[in-house]
């Protein structure tokens, strides 16, 4: 930026101003634009023969985005999966997605986060510079490279395969339960409103279809299938005071993982085949959060 053969074929600069995640969307884009400004400051400081005119900012708001890429390079990450999955969860607004990720694991994840400089390396700003070259006529021109074709289609673990994704998640309101004298003297235990968000990942391993001839394809058939339910029963946060808000109080979580292998049917003797069976195979995993029963003493989660 100090040649000023360089400035002379300067186009545009657009600072872009990022945030993490933790945090309200509306004070994450406020601080993300505030980054974008103070580097503006900064250029125009450090090279005043710069036109202002020439240099816009623009915020970022793609920080869950980003936080997931980061996450899913650790795993050391604590709750990693499940913390994935609040990420990409596509019902949640970006406050419950975030207010979920402080409170999870009695907050053991969100200091993971902020200890291990993650959240830091979202709070960013960056510069992209555009120049204008003209084209030496006299050169020779290059020749245009071949045209390539992207694809979504994620590879199984078997040549061949694919894997579909599909998440669903619901979101269940339990209404609080006052206490009841069931006898003179004798009261029942109060039990405060509850949310259960229930987080559904079907992945379903399957031999892709091919076109056999114009217009006619095979059917799609399904060699695996795994189907995590998450099930996340919380307290959920209350507005003591406009603009302010308990933390949500996770109270259990269950994750049931439901595993079908397809096994083709085998040629046993020439001409006699066995039946194809499914093989399903279901774990379940009960979690609670950690519990400080007396000072510095913690239940185990």
């Known amino acids: 930026m100090t040649d000023r053969s360089v400035i002379s074929k300067l186009e545009s600069i657009t600072i872009t101003g990022a945030a993490s995640p933790d945090g309200s969307h509306a004070h994450n884009l406020h601080l993300a634009q505030e980054r974008a400004d103070a580097l503006k400051r900064y250029m125009l400081d450090e090279y005043p023969y710069i036109d202002i005119s020439m240099i816009s900012t623009r915020v970022e708001g793609r920080y869950?985005?980003?936080?997931?890429?980061?996450?899913?390079?650790d795993p050391n990450v604590p709750g990693r999966e499940v913390l994935l999955k609040i990420i990409m969860s596509p019902t949640h607004s970006d406050n419950i997605k975030s207010q979920?990720?402080?409170s999870m694991l009695g907050g053991r994840?969100?200091?993971?986060?902020r200890d291990s400089y993650t959240l830091r390396h979202l709070r960013t700003a960056s510069v992209a510079v555009t120049l204008c070259y003209m084209p030496d006529t006299a050169a020779v021109p290059e020749p245009e490279p071949e045209p390539t074709v992207a694809t979504t289609t994620k590879p199984g673990t078997k040549p061949g395969t694919e894997i579909v994704t599909e998440t669903t998640t619901e979101v269940v309101q339990t209404p609080a339960k006052p206490a009841m004298e069931i006898r003179p003297g004798v009261w029942t235990k109060a039990e405060p409103a509850t949310e259960t968000v229930i987080t559904t990942v079907k992945a379903t391993e399957q031999i892709a279809t091919?076109?056999?001839m114009?217009?006619?394809?095979?059917?799609?058939q399904v060699v695996a299938e795994i189907v995590t339910v998450t099930s996340t029963r919380q307290i959920?946060?209350?507005?003591?005071r406009p603009g302010v808000w308990t933390k949500p109080e996770v109270i259990e979580e269950i994750e049931t993982v439901?595993?079908?292998?397809?096994?083709?049917?085998?040629?046993?003797?020439?001409?006699?085949?066995?039946?194809?069976?499914?093989v399903v195979t279901e774990t379940k995993t009960v979690r609670k959060p950690e519990t400080e029963i007396s000072p510095g003493v913690w239940t185990k989660p």
């Open 214 to 220: 114009p217009g006619v394809w095979s059917k799609p």
């Open 109 to 113: 994840t969100f200091r993971y986060l």
């Open 210 to 212: 091919k076109e056999i």
């Open 64 to 73: 869950w985005e980003r936080l997931e890429d980061v996450v899913r390079e």
């Open 100 to 102: 979920r990720m402080m």
């Open 258 to 278: 439901t595993e079908t292998i397809q096994v083709p049917a085998q040629e046993i003797m020439p001409g006699v085949w066995s039946q194809p069976e499914a």
């Open 236 to 240: 959920p946060a209350q507005e003591i």
